[in-house]
């Protein structure tokens, strides 16, 4: 490079190399031009040369700077936690820690990072159930006193009530669902039926249905079983001796141990059997369906056999000889 010693800058000034604003730098980069103030391709500054546009050729140049570039990888205990850590070739250190959470140990051997989980010991649980406004939860509890709930709701007609661990369900019926009556062991419609079952072990079902003896029967409105083991089916239906058996509308077993089956049928004589609509078998120990009633065998000899009646009323008796034949009286 040529000297300026002794040399006048207006002979030289062009080729110079001089700020934009022909002052000194500052920390703020400057464009650099010539004594003619044309621009080079470098902006400086206290701190730093830059070359913002152009082509900058560095063909043959040695460029020396950060050689830091070589890292290492390793964990390192850290307490209960552990570390990965990177190390460069200065030394720094960039770590992340895994932190140890419920029943996990970490443990560091060299560059071996062992995760361990231990054993879970929490499997004693105690279940019981809780009172929960109308409703109830049934709770299962773990022996760290952590709780899981399952919970019953309480519908319609019905009430959960609990004491200690017993849960009670109770069914309150409704004017279509069924209750205990007033008799032992017995059962009737929900209030709102009127029905009543005041013997034991009696059933009512129906609109003022009534079984008033003890295992009597009344199904159907107004139906009525007033006697031992008497049962009564149908409306209006009535079985009001001991063991008689009433079945069809209006139809009555008045007889002990009789049995009416149909419309209007009655059977008032005791063992009487009456079958059919309207029918009326009022003599002791017979069957009578519509026009048919079977005499049973009364015990003596002969009188047994079967009563027809004609349309004028008139009755032939119809039974059989020890020889097989048919004979009519």
């Known amino acids: 490079m040529a000297s300026l010693i002794n040399t ?16 000194a730098l500052t920390g703020t980069a400057k464009g650099i031009t010539d004594g003619g103030g ?37 964990s390192v205990q850290d307490g209960s936690n552990a570390d990965i850590k990177l ?39 105690s279940l019981g159930s809780v009172q929960d406004g109308s409703n109830a939860d049934i709770v299962l509890t773990d022996q760290l ?7 019953l709701v309480a519908g319609t007609n019905i009430t959960l009530s609990n004491t200690g661990n017993d849960l009670t369900i109770t ?11 007033t008799g032992t062991d017995s059962l009737q419609n929900a209030v709102g039926t009127a029905s009543t079952a005041s013997g034991a072990a009696s059933i009512a079902i129906g609109k003022n249905a009534t079984a008033s003896a003890s295992q009597s029967m009344a199904y159907g409105e107004e139906a009525q ?6 049962a009564a089916f149908g409306q209006y239906a009535e079985a009001t001796n001991f063991y008689a058996i009433a079945f069809g509308r209006t139809s009555s077993a008045s007889g002990d141990g009789s049995v009416a089956f149909g419309q209007q049928t009655s059977a008032a004589q005791a063992g009487a ?23 049973a065998p009364d015990g003596g000899t002969g009188g047994n056999g079967i009563t027809m009646l004609s349309p004028d009323g008139t009755a032939y008796v119809l039974t059989v000889s020890n020889a097989g034949a048919l004979v009519i009286t």
């Open 225 to 230: 079983a007033t006697q031992v083991s008497s």
């Open 38 to 74: 044309n621009p080079t391709n470098i902006t400086m500054s206290t701190t730093s040369t830059n070359f913002p546009s152009g082509t900058v050729d560095f063909t043959g140049a040695t460029v020396t700077g950060d050689n830091n570039t070589t890292y290492v990888l390793n």
């Open 87 to 125: 190390t460069d070739a200065d030394g720094n250190d960039s770590k992340v820690t895994l932190v140890a959470g419920t029943n996990i140990t970490l443990s560091n051997l060299g560059n071996d990072l062992t995760i361990n989980a231990a054993a879970d010991t929490n499997t004693t649980y």
């Open 171 to 181: 069914a309150a019926g409704g004017s279509a669902g069924l209750e205990v009556g």
């Open 273 to 295: 059997v009456a079958m059919g609509r309207q029918v009326t078998s009022d003599t002791a120990d017979t069957t009578h369906v519509r026009a048919l009633k079977i005499v």
């Open 8 to 23: 006048k800058i207006k002979d030289t000034y062009e080729g110079l190399i001089k700020t934009l604003d022909n002052l």
């Open 145 to 151: 006193g952590n709780t899981s709930k399952a919970t």
